[in-house]
């Protein structure tokens, strides 16, 4: 931000005047050169150094609620740059960097250390962000020493940070030096004041519009410690908040931790590495939970998804069933809070229709885009009746059942209203907001649904995992239905279910490929092109057993398995880049929802070399986590897989993949509401020779099982049951 006299406070600065706004740079960090914190609605992202620099680089910065509300964040040093020693997040919300100067800008002499001075900044991020540095003088003399912070804010959108270009900008206050603090305050074209500020516990020898200076003498042997924080805001609500050093934040984060940690499953193997990776995703997903307006939910992740989707949520809910049930519950109700109710083509809001994306930024509060929230998803809705009855399956809990009875009555009068563009029995979508998303799926971006040589669709187009979602989410609510005394309501569900199965089969059966199309356009032809998509179909089981063999030969053939994992689309296609976002990457949750598929029709052991594929890159990826993705290139021997550049790390639903993986594996099949948990025909990877699950919650029971595995068999003990009495049904064919 370009430096503002404090005397004319009052006054505003243009938009044009502002450094870093007409040409955001967004050329992305590289995953191993950035640091990645996330707390509730805030996530800040540095580099390697604690950097935000240069300012208004891309994804980095400070945001909070969709807003970047630090741009610039660059700490100098006498004697600098400074060289890297090392840099971690050992915790979500917790980074450690330690740097060195050299000895040779302070008259070096041979005897001295080459490195004089040793800063470490720690980084604590709750509802603010706190920094410490601590800087450490190893040379036998004192030093007359020097730190700069250089700070700046853009309040850019987090649709601005990706590439937006807007047509005006709202109003930017001078920045406002006072003693110990430094204020940047923006009104958005919506009217709505926002604001930082940077509050120091020391206050700066010099304080201008854009830096900090501390000048002091550095004994030798003897820290100097400084710290400060940035808290959002107005700057008389900041300047009420209580200081709070960083220990003590970090403590009280702690103390959070362990308690969501207490109340989750523990997965615990013979493969370290292995078990370094799934506390990382509990840890992650802790991280990504976010409470807005009242309602707590995961987000989806970092940097672009910060923020409530949909379809990411419920999939994440899905996934984490076994882990916690807590999740499925409070993303069930959030998401029924939010349900449809009017009929509103900019946001595609419809009656019963389940939210695509919430945003909180400047760009949503003014009406820029439709976001607010946007409904333009066709799998959410039948997604959250699958959740519904999934999540009754592992608690039997008949009376969330019921309270949220009426929202899957909604919703399935959305499916068969709305969903349903021509009669013809199959859900489409075709976009009815110019700023929506062309492609409505879970491959949303423009290219996400295409013909095998590249040409687009004309809407509207039928998916077919999403006619899978249809058919599955009414045979569940048949059954739950049915549990709830509506015995009418349950047998024109199962009817109805029957019915699609049989004209997805008739439809979207491609019998020379031997799997089954990815979608039907706006003429109702095949979209022929060979995708995982299909896979789908196996979780919400449509095949017939030979179909389902085929399917998987196709899945599991070299075009589309990598060797890390299924691939997107096959590799045999024109449309085929391994490097694309949806055209031939590989997508951990994607893959975790067709091996439970696989599992479903008893295939579980050959689903293994992609449950291995995956389970080796989360131990070779950077922070030990699975990405959101990565580069569908085939594996090649000692080489890690190919990283996709703007994957979002952590991200909810690849945290959550490797436990539904291995609810696959293992044969999970809760039964609450009858109070029996079926283990059906476990397997584990020849990686891993002994798993053990404690504190697995069905129902009001908590189970204790271990899994170890000898040759070709693997072997389930029931280690004990707490709480409800719980039948434990092991089942070995």
């Known amino acids: 931000m370009t430096a503002a006299h404090p005397a004319v406070d009052a006054t505003t600065l243009p938009m044009r005047e502002v450094v870093g706004y007409d040409a955001i740079d967004c050329t992305e960090e590289a995953a191993e050169d950035r640091l990645v914190l996330k707390h509730d609605r805030m996530f800040c992202i540095v580099t390697t150094h604690g950097d935000v620099a240069p300012p208004g680089r891309c994804s980095l910065g400070l945001f909070h609620d969709d807003t970047r509300i630090l741009s610039g964040y660059q700490l100098r040093a006498a004697g600098g740059p400074a060289e890297l020693l090392s840099a971690e997040t050992p915790r979500a919300y917790l980074a450690q960097i330690d740097l060195a100067v050299k000895n040779l800008q302070f ?344 013909f095998p040589d590249g040409r687009l669709p004309e809407p509207p187009i039928a998916l077919v995992e999403v006619q899978g979602y249809v058919y599955d989410a009414k045979v569940r609510m048949a059954k739950l239905f049915a549990h709830l005394g509506v ?85 045999a296609h024109r449309v085929y880049n391994p490097m694309s976002y949806h055209n031939g990457s590989v997508w951990p949750h994607d893959n975790a929802l067709v091996v439970l598929g696989l599992a479903l029709y008893g295939r579980a052991r050959e689903a293994l070399p992609v449950v291995r594929g995956l389970q080796e890159a989360a131990v070779r990826a950077e922070s030990q986590r699975l990405p959101e993705l990565f580069c569908g290139m085939p594996r090649q021997r000692g080489v890690r897989p190919v990283r996709y550049p703007v994957s979002c790390s952590p991200q909810a639903w690849a945290s959550g993949a490797l436990f539904l993986l291995f609810q696959a594996l293992l044969g999970l099949r809760p039964e609450a509401p009858a109070r029996v948990l079926h283990v059906r025909n476990p397997v584990l990877p020849d990686v891993m020779d002994e798993l053990t699950v404690t504190g697995l919650a069905v129902g009001d029971s908590r189970v204790a099982l271990q899994f170890r595995r000898h040759g070709e068999r693997t072997l389930a003990n029931l280690l004990a049951v707490d709480g409800a009495p719980l039948q434990v049904r092991i089942e070995l064919d």
């Open 107 to 450: 008259g070096g002499d041979p005897w001295d250390p080459k490195h004089a001075v040793h800063i470490r900044r720690e980084m604590v991020l709750s509802d603010r962000l706190t920094e410490r540095v601590t800087l450490t003088n190893y040379l036998t003399r004192p030093l007359d020493y020097w730190i700069e912070l250089a700070l700046s804010a853009d309040f850019a959108d987090i649709f601005e940070v990706r590439g937006w270009r807007r047509d005006a900008r709202g109003q930017f206050f001078a920045p406002r030096p006072e003693h110990d603090r430094l204020v940047f305050r923006y009104r958005g074209r919506d009217g709505a004041v926002i604001g930082s500020t940077v509050r120091f516990s020391h206050p700066p020898d010099r304080l201008t519009t854009d830096s900090a200076r501390w000048e002091f003498s550095l004994p030798s042997h003897a820290p100097r410690v400084f710290e400060w924080e940035v808290v959002t805001g107005e700057p008389a609500a900041a300047a009420a908040a209580e200081p709070v050093g960083l220990d003590q934040r970090r403590g009280a984060l702690e103390v959070e931790y362990r308690r969501w940690r207490r109340s989750c499953s523990r997965w615990v193997t013979d493969v370290p590495k292995f078990d370094v990776v799934s506390r990382r995703s509990v840890d992650d997903l802790r991280a990504l939970h976010m409470t807005v307006d009242g309602g707590d939910v995961i987000s989806a992740g970092i940097p672009w998804y910060s923020t409530v989707f949909g379809r990411d949520s419920i999939i994440t809910a899905l996934e984490t069933l076994p882990v916690n049930p807590g999740i499925a519950r409070e993303t069930l109700r959030y998401l029924a809070r939010r349900q449809g109710e009017h009929d509103d083509p900019f946001t595609e809001e419809q009656p019963g229709r389940i939210l695509h994306e919430l945003r909180r930024g400047e760009m949503a509060r003014a009406g820029e885009i439709p976001h607010v929230p946007y409904y333009g998803t066709t799998d959410a809705t039948p997604l959250w009746l699958v959740l519904l009855h999934e999540t009754w399956l592992w608690t039997g809990d008949d009376a969330l059942a019921r309270e949220l009875l009426p929202n899957a009555e909604r919703a399935l009068e959305w499916i068969d209203r709305y969903g349903d563009h021509d009669g013809d029995g199959f859900v489409e979508y075709a976009r009815t907001s110019p700023k929506g998303l062309v492609n409505q799926g879970w491959k949303d971006s423009s290219d996400g649904v295409s």
């Open 487 to 571: 015995p009418e309501r349950a047998a024109a569900l199962a009817r109805q279910a029957a019915t699609l199965r049989d004209a997805i089969r008739a439809r979207f059966w491609m019998p020379e490929a031997g799997t089954f199309a990815l979608a039907l356009d706006g003429a109702k032809r095949q979209v022929p092109t060979v995708t995982s998509n299909a896979g789908h179909l196996l979780w919400s089981r449509v095949p017939t057993p030979d179909e389902a063999e085929s399917v998987a030969q196709v899945l599991l053939g070299p075009d589309l398995f990598s060797g890390w994992g299924i691939r997107t689309l096959s590799a």
